[in-house]
């Protein structure tokens, strides 16, 4: 394992920052410093509630921030390469060949007044530079792929005439059109019902299996980065929180948002009579001022004085996992 | 217990400079046409022919028209008429396009589909046609134009009345009122009209400088305010021989005009929740 | 798809015929006796009579609305006593300069409207944005006669480019004479169409498929030309549907400031003179051109957008 190749990570965010304003220095602060390392072939999930801004976080991966948000300072290394300083024709490159990324919501996913044909063979044509008929061959194996039945009837369909988990398929089978080395999965199953959610998943791992793609993914579930991923990142009030090996920190959670979160995902077992779900007590994100230090507080069952003045960086619980966490009470576990 | 049941309200209203300078600019002309013929040495009518078409001094600030009348008081007082009249019109459509509109989409069924076809095909004269013709039953004059803009302006209302309490009807609040043992006419006043007429009421401060301008028109056409009685629209006409030699005439209630279109505007722009691409 | 079409022209008829019902009342509604309204005061009873005789007005309201009715189908619009011409004639002597002056003021409403109204999304919350929407509102609020004027003022009479008053007919003289009233009437549109365009374009490019297109590394120019457009330009039809009946009304104004001999004009010297007869046709007329813009509008969005289609075929 000598090789450098291998060595250097797919994907590596370094002390991220985003915020919103009118520039950059102007900016007020929603993604607080978040770093996050990808390798090759992985899933990864990122995990947290609407709010703690994971969202925003894959999405300045692709530089794709909304008006007025910027990314403030930190580094996004693509394969060794600077993201935030691609030009912007290198950045479409980038976008169009390197990544793919699926959405939440399938029905807003697609253009509704172009059949799904002309929006596929579109983007084949943008990524791989090959002409129409070359597009539309390759869109109908894509779609096959993706299982979708009768997959040249389907080009000539429009959006709306498909169901919800057809339409995730052809944006994954677009997402995947160029080969992409990463994928990025925002809530990808969230508005779907759990059959087509199951399906869906279990298509994702396959094109990871057979593409060697690597899958960040992104999702409010535990339950569902418990089954996909390798390794996991929770956030929280835009801060990285917990991260290190989906079953490590499934098992043995070292901060008590993560505690929280999988003591939420339902199961199937049948619950006592007096057993009452556990939900996360206090008010959610973004309706109490953060006032410096764990944004979790208010909420924490273990909450006290000091937290207010935690530095909120990552440390290893011990020295055999790569597991870390930002609660200094969790204290380090003796070897 | 009422009020648990309220419908959220948007809560990012915000005042905005934008909002702020337009309230400024309306509430300045608004403060003129009130306050400044009865601060003003000139009477609105009295004519002094030996002093007619002086252009503006310190006498006269914005000089005199072809008979000698003071053109800024002149002005200010037809501004005056311009505004009660656009606003009593834009009421009257309002508040009578608002409840039938109301009615209609609350009783449903075919009385609903009744009214909405023959709104929409009385949308379909156009606007400016139906006031000369009530001008043409009525004869000429300010109430028959108002009469008329009435006559087609109450639909529009109406229509957006219809939409929200379609809205409303379905949404839960209503119907958990409704299991409370609420009796209909309790719902309507409490609930349904505080939020059905918030969207007309939008419309109707933009509507107010429109009616005011159709009223001008039909003014300057001759069929508004009949002389002696003059509002904006006469005003302009009258200016009308003399746009060479005496601008001023013609100008000045065209400003007024202009700087309310632009005061509304921006006011109902800075209300507006900015919407931003997340 | 064709049941469609029949149902929604059967829709248009039926929205004509009501029209023709609510125009027939604007005689019934005069107050006193519209025929001595209309020959003055100094006509003979026995004048008086005749004409009463000639118009059907002695007859029962009913009967006068069939007469009406079938009287219009059969394209005999009866004559004007106050310009003594059938009135067929008077109308159809005066179409031209008012088909074109709409017209002309229409395609330039909707291609300055949309210009402006695209370039102000694209670079919305900057300085261009803020600058056209206040210059829109700014316009919007002038009456269009002011506009006429002021126009015809400076670029007619001052500079001398264009004639202020008359019409002449050919190519070259329908732009001399109408291009300063159409460009009047287009102003007051202008507005709304770029309001209207700005909103749904800010719309489309928020979408989800949008970012979508983004993160496939498509160009703005791309994502602009070929997928906002053409979402963001349904609204706008039927909304340019409606204006019309704005521009039909303007022209009506403009007419007069320019003195232009066309149906607006008309309409205004019919209203003086209380000729109600032609104020019926004219008014017929201008609502019978709305309806069927509505019904273009209509089938125009089913043409562009394929959920409506849907809709249709299911609904």
Not at chain 1, 281 to 301: D, I, K, N, Q
Not at chain 2, 81 to 109: F, P
Request: aromatic share 6%; with cysteine.
């Amino acid at each position: 394992m000598s090789d450098v190749r291998a060595n250097t990570p797919l994907l590596e965010i370094d002390d991220l920052r985003v915020g919103f304003g009118a520039n950059p220095a102007s900016a007020s602060l929603t993604v607080h410093g978040v770093s996050l390392r990808m390798d090759e072939g992985r899933i990864v999930g990122l995990v947290g509630e609407s709010g703690s801004g994971k969202s925003l976080t894959c999405r300045s991966i692709l530089r794709l921030l909304p008006d007025r948000g910027h990314i403030v300072s930190g580094s996004v290394r693509f394969d060794g390469r600077d993201v935030l300083g691609l030009s912007r024709a290198e950045l479409l490159a980038f976008r169009s060949k390197q990544v793919g990324m699926i959405f939440q919501d399938p029905f807003s996913s697609l253009n509704p007044t172009r059949r799904i044909g002309s929006q596929m063979v579109e983007a084949l044509r943008l990524a791989l530079g090959v002409s129409e008929e070359t597009a539309r061959g390759r869109a109908v194996s894509l779609l096959d792929e993706v299982d979708i039945p009768d997959p040249a009837g389907k080009l000539r369909m429009y959006p709306h005439e498909l169901s919800g988990g057809m339409r995730q398929r052809v944006m994954l089978a677009i997402a995947m059109g160029a080969q992409p080395r990463l994928l990025i999965a925002d809530e990808p199953t969230t508005a779907l019902d759990t059959t087509t959610q199951a399906q869906i998943l279990r298509l994702l791992r396959r094109v990871r299996d057979e593409n060697a793609t690597s899958i960040l993914l992104v999702s409010h579930d535990f339950g569902v980065i418990a089954e996909m991923c390798d390794e996991v990142v929770v956030m929280y009030g835009g801060y990285v929180v917990e991260s290190g090996p989906v079953e490590e920190v499934y098992l043995r959670p070292r901060h008590p948002y993560t505690r929280a979160l999988i003591a939420a995902v339902p199961t199937l077992e049948v619950p006592d009579r007096d057993y009452r779900r556990p939900t996360i007590p206090g008010p959610p994100l973004g309706t109490t001022r953060y006032e410096g230090g764990c944004p979790f507080a208010p909420r924490c069952v273990n909450a006290r004085p000091e937290c207010r003045d935690v530095p909120m960086t990552l440390v290893p619980i011990d020295d055999v996992h790569a597991h870390a966490t930002a609660c200094p009470f969790e204290g380090r576990v003796s070897a | 217990m009422v009020d648990l049941i309220s419908r959220p309200r948007a809560r990012t209203r915000r005042w905005t400079v934008q909002s702020a300078v337009g309230g400024t600019i309306v509430a300045v002309v608004i403060l003129a046409a009130v306050v400044g013929p009865l601060l003003s040495p000139w009477p609105p009518n009295a004519t002094d022919v030996l002093a007619s078409l002086e252009p503006p001094s310190l006498r006269h600030w914005m000089g005199t028209d072809s008979v000698g009348r003071d053109v800024l008081t002149r002005s200010l007082v037809g501004a005056q008429i311009s505004l009660v009249a656009g606003v009593a019109v834009t009421a009257a459509a309002l508040a009578i396009g608002t409840v039938i509109g109301s009615i209609v989409a609350y009783a449903g069924g075919w009385l609903d589909a009744a009214v909405s076809r023959v709104v929409d095909t009385a949308i379909a004269i156009p606007f400016l046609v139906v006031v000369l013709a009530t001008v043409a039953i009525l004869g000429p004059g300010t109430v028959s134009v108002g009469v008329g803009m009435v006559v087609v302006g109450w639909a529009v209302y109406a229509r957006i009345a219809r939409a929200e309490v379609l809205a409303l009807r379905e949404h839960e609040f209503i119907m958990a009122t409704r299991s409370l043992g609420y009796t209909s006419a309790r719902i309507l006043l409490r609930h349904v009209v505080p939020n059905v007429v918030r969207p007309g009421l939008t419309f109707a401060t933009m509507d107010v400088v429109a009616a005011m301008v159709v009223l001008a028109a039909m003014s300057y056409l001759g069929f508004g305010a009949q002389p002696p009685v003059a509002d904006l629209g006469s005003i302009i006409a009258a200016g009308q021989p003399f746009l060479l030699s005496a601008w001023w005439i013609s100008t000045l209630p065209a400003v007024i005009l202009i700087a309310l279109g632009v005061g509304v505007g921006l006011i109902d722009d800075g209300f507006s929740l900015r919407r931003k691409v997340s | 798809m064709i049941l469609y079409l029949l149902r929604r022209l059967l829709l248009s008829v039926g929205q004509l015929l009501v029209l023709a019902i609510l125009v027939f009342l604007i005689l019934q509604a005069v107050p006193g006796d519209p025929v001595k309204i209309m020959l003055g005061e100094r006509a003979s009873p026995a004048y008086v009579e005749t004409v009463r005789q000639q118009m059907g007005l002695d007859e029962p309201v009913l009967t006068q609305l069939w007469m009406y009715l079938t009287r219009i189908v059969t394209g005999n619009l009866g004559n004007s006593v106050i310009f003594g011409q059938p009135i067929g004639t008077l109308i159809a002597s005066r179409v031209e300069p008012s088909a074109i002056l709409i017209t002309y003021g229409l395609v330039l409403a909707i291609v300055f409207g949309s210009v402006l109204g695209i370039t102000a999304a694209l670079r919305s919350g900057t300085v261009a944005d803020y600058s056209i929407r206040i210059l829109a509102t700014a316009i919007f609020s002038m009456p269009a006669f002011w506009v006429g004027l002021v126009l015809s003022l400076v670029l007619g009479i001052q500079l001398g480019l264009f004639p202020v008053s008359g019409y002449e007919p050919g190519l070259v003289g329908a732009f001399r004479t109408l291009t300063l009233p159409a460009i009047a009437l287009a102003l007051s549109l202008i507005a709304v169409v770029l309001r209207t365009l700005r909103g749904s374009m800010l719309r489309v490019l928020g979408t989800e498929y949008v970012e979508a297109a983004r993160a496939r590394g498509y160009t703005e120019g791309r994502i602009v030309r070929r997928h906002a457009l053409r979402n963001a330009v349904t609204p706008t039809i039927s909304i340019i549907a409606v204006v019309l009946g704005f521009l039909i009304g303007g022209t009506a104004v403009l007419e007069q400031v320019f003195g232009i001999p066309g149906l607006g004009s008309l309409l205004v010297q019919a209203v003086e003179r209380r000729d109600y007869p032609v104020v019926q046709v004219i008014a017929l007329l201008a609502g019978a051109v709305v309806i069927l813009a509505g019904l273009v509008a209509d089938l125009l969005q089913a043409a562009l957008d394929p959920r409506v289609r849907s809709a249709i075929r299911h609904g």
